[in-house]
Structures are given as structure tokens and as C-alpha cells.
């Protein structure tokens, strides 16, 4: 991560460089704004440390020439004593976030650490547009582990045709999301997108939910009703919990399929409707077949694309920018600030196996979002089944410090970027999202050999 420091204090700039230079950020200052201005709109910076009061040019009139030039990089301001509520307004202006002075040295670097995975999740995100053409990914969508990635793959394979699809998980997986994501991507984005939960209906009203009826086919049936795949036709129908559905149903479901009809209930004419299936379970579908307990012709004809949704606890690379994600997500819709984690927090729900997956993620971050007295989210603010489980990886060695344990993690990123590149040093710190300087500087921390 390329840093600009932008401070008319000699030795608060070489303080923060040394600081920052041996936590592996390349690092270049400018003692006033004019020519800090004049720096970052001509060279390339991932963020620019700014404090908020200079002479010529203060830290408010620099954003705010800096964002109308279209200055993309993350503007973090320094405020001292007395002076928040410029550094305030500054992030109502559009910067990223503020350091008051004089400084920790570990609340600096959580804050870059958190603005590096900001950008890092921004990076990933562009390189999905990129590979998914210009109908890009939804921001619903996080993908950061080759499992993921590779499901993504598929749905942009498959959306364009009306093959029916089939999404396997746990429950809290995201397989609606990831059925939203193909009816975004297909040719019927601009038609409607039903989701029906087969488990949560009970058995007497699902057929007339999902066929329709006529009036008087039943008691209480005082008019027509057009059913769920009607009110789909010409879009998709999300059937959830597919492994649910009643023995009676699977049939009339597979000649829906079969012949693109429905017949509503107590009705003897066919209605003819243009709808794409997606289905999904968390059971396993094969086993019910050997069982008797689902039809093996319905299966075969739901399973013609099947993709599977691993647990959150198979894709660990997913959580970070989960978190980054969900918590955005949730402040959006309570209109809350972002906060920051505290590393002890951030170990913890990285630590977690998640068996609720990526439903139980979110609740967590809520709640801890809802309950945190201040704009840091503490471990305290976690909810209790977080914090009494057993880690999911266990400690490495006998040091449990912060720094340690984030030096486990680089390394083993960084080794694993070193694999996919065969050894491509440019190739890897691309991969990273850092510079070509800063991963020889890891390699020779962690003592990293290409091979």
C-alpha cells in the first residue's frame, strides 16, 4: 500500500514514516497541501494521511479539491487536540476516517490495516467485473475464496440460457443471493424474480401457492388465483428447500418442467408459462433418491447445473471481507458510521467456525453493531456463542500476540499467492494487492523463499 503523508511537522512526518515504512507500506510525505495536492493528483497513492490544520492549504480544502479533481485514493485526516470537529466534517466531505493526535502507533496501523482491506476488497470486486463482463457483480455478492469464485464462474456461464440450476449448501450459505446473481445476469433481469421457501407452506396450500386455482376448488376459494409460477412467467422462480417438497407435488412439479404448463387447482385447462427454475437444498438430495424420499426423474431434471455453496468454515479467505461487506451493509441500513474492530474482536470472529454461516455472520455483526457503546466494536460487543467456542485454528507456537498472529496469516497468504503465480514475484504482489517492493520486504520478514 503506497502512503502520501501530508504534515507541516518535520517530526511528526518522520515518526509516522519509520512507523509505517517497518510495517511494509511504501511511504512519501509532503510538508504542505499545495504541493501534497499537487503530489497525489500526479503520482499514484493508495491513501494520504492529511492533518486537518496547515498554513496555505488545511486538510478540509485539500479534500475537497482533491475529491472534485477525482482524486480516487482513501483520505485519512490527523486532528489534534481541539480540533474533531474539523476532522468531522472532513469525513462528511468524503474521508475515510481520522487519527486524533498524538497518535498510537497501534491505532495508525488499524486503521490502514482496515483501509488496505478496503481497497483490497475493492480490487477483488473490479477483477470480477472484469471477468464477468460489463453486467459486473452484485455488491450482495463477496468472493475472495476459490470456492466462491469458481461458483461465480459458473453463474456467469449459465445465466445467458434457461437451464435449470440447482445451489447445494448449509442453511445461511447464500444460495438465494447467489440465485438473485443469476436472474441479474440472465436475459429476464428486467422481468420478476419469485422466491418461494417449499418448507415454510404447509403441504394443503402449497400446490394451490405454487399452480394456482380456480374458484371453488376448495373451501374458502372465492375467486382465481394465479400461482407462483405464473406470477413468474417470463422471469424465475426460486424454489428453496426443494428437497421438501411433497411426494405428491415432486410429480406435478416435473411435468411443470417437463412441458411448461400448469394446470391450477380444481381447473382443466393448461396455462402455458415461460419461467427459469433454480432450485436449492440443504439436504442431500442423492441420499433422498436412494431412500425413496424424492424422485430421481424430478432430480435428474433440477441437477442438469448443479453448484455447490461450501460452509463459511471451508472458506475462511471469505471472511474478512464478509465482515467489510456485512457491517457496511448494516450501517447503510441503520444509518451508522462504520466502525472500527478491535484486533481482539477481529481475531475472535475470524477464529470462529461459523455453523450458521454466512446468516450467522451477519446477525453477529448487528448485534454487535446495535450493542457497542462507542465507534469501535469490542469483544464484549460479540454475542456469547462467539466468544465461549473453541478457536477454529488452533494457536500457532506459544505467542498469542496481535502481531504474531497477523504474521502467521500474511505468511501463509503470501506463500499461497506465491503458488498461483509459480513463483511470478510481479504476478503475486498483484495477486496481494500490494507493490512489487513491499512483498520483497515480507518475504525477507517471514523468510519466504520464491519456491
Not at 447503510?332 to 470462529?352: C, K
Request: aromatic share 4%; net charge neutral.
Amino acid at each position: 500500500m503506497r502512503l502520501l503523508i501530508i504534515d507541516d511537522e518535520p517530526g511528526l512526518r518522520q515518526s509516522l514514516r519509520l512507523l509505517l515504512t517497518d510495517e511494509g507500506f511504501e511511504v512519501a510525505e509532503e510538508a504542505d497541501g499545495e504541493r501534497g495536492l499537487a503530489r497525489v493528483l500526479a503520482e499514484p497513492f493508495d491513501a494520504v494521511l492529511c492533518d486537518v490544520r496547515m498554513p496555505a492549504l488545511g486538510g478540509l480544502e485539500f479534500l475537497r479539491r482533491y475529491r472534485a479533481a477525482g482524486g480516487p485514493a482513501l483520505v485519512i485526516m490527523m486532528s489534534a487536540y481541539g480540533s474533531e470537529d474539523a476532522a468531522i466534517a472532513a469525513m462528511k466531505e468524503g474521508a475515510y476516517d481520522y487519527i486524533p493526535k498524538p497518535f498510537r502507533a497501534d491505532e495508525v496501523i488499524l486503521v490502514l490495516r482496515k483501509a488496505e482491506e478496503r481497497e483490497r476488497l475493492r480490487r477483488e470486486v473490479e477483477s470480477l467485473r472484469s471477468a464477468l463482463g460489463p453486467q459486473a457483480v452484485s455488491p450482495q455478492i463477496v468472493a475472495a475464496s476459490g470456492a466462491m469464485l469458481a461458483a461465480l464462474d459458473v453463474v456467469a456461464k449459465v445465466a445467458p440460457h434457461t437451464t435449470t440450476v440447482l445451489l447445494t449448501g448449509p442453511s445461511g450459505t447464500g444460495k438465494e443471493v447467489l440465485a438473485r446473481e443469476l436472474h441479474r445476469l440472465s436475459p429476464r433481469a428486467e422481468r420478476a424474480f419469485v422466491a418461494v421457501n417449499c418448507a415454510a407452506i404447509p403441504d394443503a396450500l402449497l400446490e394451490s401457492e405454487l399452480f394456482g386455482h380456480v374458484r371453488g376448488a376448495f373451501t374458502g376459494a372465492v375467486g382465481d388465483h394465479r400461482g407462483l409460477f405464473e406470477e413468474a412467467s417470463g422471469g424465475t422462480l426460486f424454489l428453496d428447500e426443494i428437497g421438501d417438497l411433497p411426494t405428491g407435488l415432486q410429480a406435478k412439479l416435473l411435468r411443470v418442467l417437463q412441458d411448461g404448463e400448469v394446470r391450477r387447482v380444481g381447473d382443466r385447462a393448461e396455462r402455458r408459462v415461460d419461467v427459469r427454475v433454480v432450485a436449492a437444498t440443504a439436504r442431500d438430495l442423492e441420499a433422498d433418491v436412494a431412500d425413496g424420499r424424492f424422485r430421481e426423474d424430478l432430480y435428474y431434471r433440477l441437477n442438469v447445473v448443479a453448484i455447490r455453496l461450501p460452509p463459511l468454515v471451508e472458506r475462511a479467505e471469505d471472511v474478512p471481507p464478509l465482515i467489510s461487506n456485512l457491517l457496511a451493509r448494516h450501517c447503510a441500513r441503520l444509518g451508522r458510521a462504520v466502525p472500527d474492530i478491535e484486533p481482539d474482536a477481529l481475531l475472535t470472529l475470524l477464529d470462529y467456525p461459523w455453523p450458521g454461516n454466512v446468516r450467522e455472520l451477519s446477525n453477529a455483526l448487528e448485534r454487535a453493531l446495535v450493542l457497542a457503546r462507542s465507534r469501535t466494536i469490542r469483544r464484549a460487543d460479540l454475542p456469547p456463542a462467539v466468544l465461549g467456542a473453541e478457536p477454529r485454528r488452533p494457536p500457532v507456537a506459544s505467542d498469542l500476540t496481535l502481531r504474531a498472529r497477523e504474521g502467521q496469516i500474511q505468511s501463509e497468504v503470501i506463500r499461497q499467492a506465491l503458488r498461483r503465480s509459480a513463483g511470478n514475484r510481479r504476478e503475486a504482489a498483484a495477486l496481494l494487492g500490494i507493490s512489487v517492493r513491499t512483498l520483497f520486504y515480507k518475504l525477507k520478514e517471514f523468510g519466504i523463499s520464491d519456491g
